[in-house]
């Protein structure tokens, strides 16, 4: 299947940073999503996009659908403490009701 | 609403034994998936289901049995587990309008094979 590619697998940044996190293919995929995990708890959808080149917030979150319809960005702007977990893309292709994820992006940040 | 609903928590199984987990949500929701997340892997679809007495396979679904006789339960069986199958689970929903998009996830079952 195709496979979504996330970066960076990690990332360590102090209190008031800004964060950015890309997920790429190559192929074509119609809907993006990005999900936070806290430790023991499943994924918490933080934002849907729908279409190419769409830019949705969500509070201090943006995420863009890349016009290309291969990439999806998601940027944290004036990153707390609470932003602390892992950060999922997800992707669907069109007609196609198999979502696929990426591996993840883990944010630690410092007070 | 209680939203998606996931038993047991934790489970320790020998090889070879074999298991159901619970899944289960009260938000009508049509579609509803079994992933399963190792580390370093994301999340990998097992089974999923557009409706009650439909069913179909995702990404990674050897091992693994599915079936939905109603809307609100989705139960995933292990014949005979394996070592492999050591992972965390996740159940998850969403609206059929949706596309199955914006899914939302139960807390998870560990489990671990030995």
């Known amino acids: 299947g195709q496979q979504l590619n996330q970066s960076p697998q990690s990332m360590f940044i102090q209190e008031g940073e800004d964060v950015s996190m890309n997920c790429t293919s190559s192929?074509?995929?119609?809907?993006w999503l990005w999900y936070k995990q806290d430790p023991g708890e499943g994924p918490v959808l933080l934002i849907a996009?729908?279409?190419?080149?769409e830019l949705t917030s969500n509070g201090r979150l943006t995420a863009q659908f890349g016009i290309t319809r291969k990439d999806s960005f998601l940027n944290i702007s004036a990153s707390i403490p609470s932003d602390v977990g892992i950060y999922f893309c997800?992707?669907?292709?069109?007609?196609?009701?198999?979502?696929?994820f990426g591996a993840g992006t883990r944010l630690t940040v410092k007070p | 609403n209680a939203g998606v609903t996931q038993t047991p928590k934790f489970q320790v199984l020998k090889t070879g034994q074999s298991m159901t987990l619970q899944c289960a949500q009260d938000m009508n929701h049509e579609y509803m998936s079994w992933y399963r997340q190792d580390p370093g892997m994301g999340l990998r679809l097992i089974h999923y289901s557009v409706g009650a007495g439909i069913t179909d396979q995702g990404e990674v679904p050897n091992g693994y049995n599915v079936s939905r006789s109603t809307t609100e339960d989705f139960p995933l069986r292990l014949l005979s587990a394996a070592p492999s199958q050591t992972s965390v689970y996740f159940c998850a929903s969403s609206l059929l309008a949706r596309g199955g998009n914006e899914q939302f996830f139960g807390p998870g079952t560990r489990l671990t094979v030995l």
């Open positions: 996009l729908y279409k190419a080149g």
């Open positions: 997800a992707g669907r292709q069109y007609n196609n009701n198999d979502m696929r």
């Open positions: 192929s074509i995929f119609n809907t």
